[in-house]
């Protein structure tokens, strides 16, 4: 999840990551996780720490990183699904992996800067 502030909305978060805030803490499905923090945001440094989510800040874009979520007070993934991403082909049309499940793929990212 990119974040322009440490101060995370609670909608953006329960859209982007399925935690949700409640009075009793950052909830997903039948688990809760106590917050010292109330109201409709939160703080990132927080989440990061409660939820162990990893929190990276990129100094030259003003922005951070937040997630994905792992174990608590561990460093492991909670699933090795791939998210459902759709990314343009050679051609310009919309390709979702969703339509490449159940088949073992290598995904290579490049990026020129």
Same mark, same amino acid.
């Given at each position: 999840?990119?974040?322009?502030? @440490?101060?995370?909305?609670?909608?953006?978060?329960?859209?982007?990551?399925? &935690?949700?805030?409640?009075p009793e803490g950052a909830c997903k499905g039948d688990?809760?996780?106590?917050?010292?923090?109330?109201?409709?945001?939160? $703080?990132?440094?927080? +989440?990061? %720490?409660? @939820?162990?989510?990893?929190?990276?800040? $990129?100094?030259?874009?003003?922005?951070?990183? @937040?997630?994905? %979520?792992? %174990?608590?007070?561990?460093?492991?993934? +909670?699933?090795?699904?791939?998210? $459902?991403?759709?990314?343009? $082909?050679? %051609?310009?049309?919309?390709?979702?992996?969703?339509?490449?499940?159940?088949?073992?793929?290598?995904? @290579?990212? &490049?990026?020129?800067?």
């Amino acid at each position: 999840m990119i974040l322009e502030s @440490l101060k995370v909305d609670g909608a953006q978060l329960r859209r982007r990551t399925g &935690w949700e805030i409640k009075p009793e803490g950052a909830c997903k499905g039948d688990r809760c996780i106590p917050l010292s923090d109330g109201g409709d945001s939160v $703080d990132a440094q927080l +989440l990061s %720490e409660k @939820l162990g989510m990893a929190l990276v800040h $990129d100094e030259a874009h003003g922005v951070w990183a @937040l997630g994905p %979520e792992s %174990e608590p007070g561990g460093r492991v993934l +909670l699933t090795a699904e791939l998210p $459902d991403i759709t990314l343009p $082909d050679r %051609e310009g049309k919309d390709f979702s992996l969703r339509s490449l499940r159940g088949t073992k793929i290598f995904m @290579l990212a &490049w990026a020129s800067w």
